[in-house]
Each structure stands twice: as C-alpha cells, then as structure tokens.
C-alpha cells in the first residue's frame, strides 16, 4: 500500500542550527509533496508545496527538496528559532486535488534556546 | 478571513450515541475534507466533497459513519452509534483545486 513515513524519533537541535526533517514514499510516485506544520490543539498549517519535477523549493528560512530516485524529501529550516518548534507533517498526492493526501506520522522539532 | 471553523471543540459522549461534528469551511472555497487524526494512525481522510457533492468516501471506516454537505458553507460528519475506538480528533479542511488545505482546529472526541 502507498505509505509515507518520517522518523518517529523527536528532533532536538540548538537555536541558531538548521533542522533537517526527512520524509521517505514506498509504493508510488506522488505527484507533489507538501509540507505542513502542527501545534498542540491545533489544525496543520500549510508550509510549502513541491512537484514532482521540481529538486527544491525554497520561502524564506524554510526549504524543501524532492529527489524521486531516492523517494526522498527533505524539509530544512536554517536559522532555526525556539518558536520553531512544532510537529512537521510531510503529506502526498497523485492527484491533481492537493487536497487528497496521505500523510506521514509527523516528527516533532525541539528547538532549544 | 476567519478560516475553517469546526463545532464544536471537544465532544464527550457515551457509547452508543450519536455524535454530530460540524465544519464552516472557508467561503468561495469548493473542495470540503474531513480528517480523522489519531495516535496510532495518523491523520486519515474520510471523505471529501466538491461543490457540496461527495466525490471520494472511501475512507470512511464503516456505516456508522456518515457525512452531509447541504450547502456551500456547512458541512457534518455524523456517527451513529458512536463506539471508544471512535475516539480521535476530527479535522475538517477546504480548498480550491489545486491549493494547498486550510484546516479548522479539529474537533477532539471522546467516547466513553
């Protein structure tokens, strides 16, 4: 079955550092990853958006690559900040509604001052 | 912009009563989603709609489990009878084609 999978495992960094997030896809070829940021008691909240034949994807501190050979996304976020800190969603689509998703477990980033 | 508004926030209820959950979704949006998140799976689409017509209901669970999109502006999920494994945080989200989703700030479910 199509599955996405992140590391389960906290990521815990020092303020300042940049935060790689990984996000593996076994089973198909999505069309477009997305990206989404979670905080306790709330609804994700859309951070970026990459299709298939794009490498990289960049706004602001936040980047994201794609790499189909590896089946791999990576999200990074360079200068990373306490306020960073959150649970990453990293969501796929074969279809051409990006809103039909299926989403990895998430992995939560803790970033200390 | 108020955003998706869910209704309501935390529901407690016993088994084998009905639970209503309700979705605002944003205006002039016209694709309407409902997530189910849990510990164990993750978040989960249910179903989804366009222009107020299910498109995909395939992940519904089971019959209990229904969903209702009388107009452009609301939408319910319903379950009945409700069971503890219903337990979860429901999220309701909406777009355009091709946009990313703007989710509502879910509503958590207990049943006891």
């Known amino acids: 079955s199509q599955k996405i999978e992140q590391n389960s495992e906290a990521l815990n960094i020092q303020e300042g550092k940049t935060a790689t997030l990984t996000c593996n896809y076994t089973?198909?070829?999505?069309?477009?990853l997305q990206w989404y940021r979670q905080d306790p008691g709330r609804g994700p909240v859309f951070l970026l958006l990459i299709r298939e034949n794009e490498k990289e994807k960049r706004k602001e501190r936040l980047k994201v690559t794609f790499d189909t050979t590896l089946k791999q996304s990576l999200f990074h976020i360079t200068a990373s900040q306490p306020a960073d800190s959150a649970t990453y969603l990293c969501?796929?689509?074969?279809?051409?509604?990006?809103?039909?998703?299926?989403f990895g477990q998430g992995t939560t980033l803790q970033v200390k001052p | 912009d108020a955003g998706v508004i869910q209704s309501p926030r935390h529901e407690v209820t016993e088994m084998g009563q009905e639970v209503t959950l309700r979705c605002k979704p944003i205006s002039g949006h016209d694709y309407l989603f409902w997530y189910r998140q849990t510990m164990m799976r993750g978040l989960e689409l249910l179903i989804y709609?366009?222009?107020?017509?299910?498109?995909?209901d395939s992940g519904m669970p089971e019959d209990r489990f229904s969903a209702k999109m009388p107009n452009a502006s609301f939408s319910t999920l319903k379950i009945q009878p409700s069971e503890p494994r219903d337990s979860a945080v429901y999220f309701c989200?909406?777009?355009?084609?091709?946009?990313?989703?703007?989710f509502g700030n879910g509503t958590r479910l207990t049943v006891t």
């Open positions: 709609f366009n222009n107020n017509v299910p498109i995909d």
């Open positions: 969501a796929s689509t074969r279809s051409s509604n990006t809103g039909k998703l299926i």
């Open positions: 989200a909406s777009n355009r084609a091709d946009s990313p989703l703007h």
């Open positions: 089973n198909y070829s999505p069309a477009y």
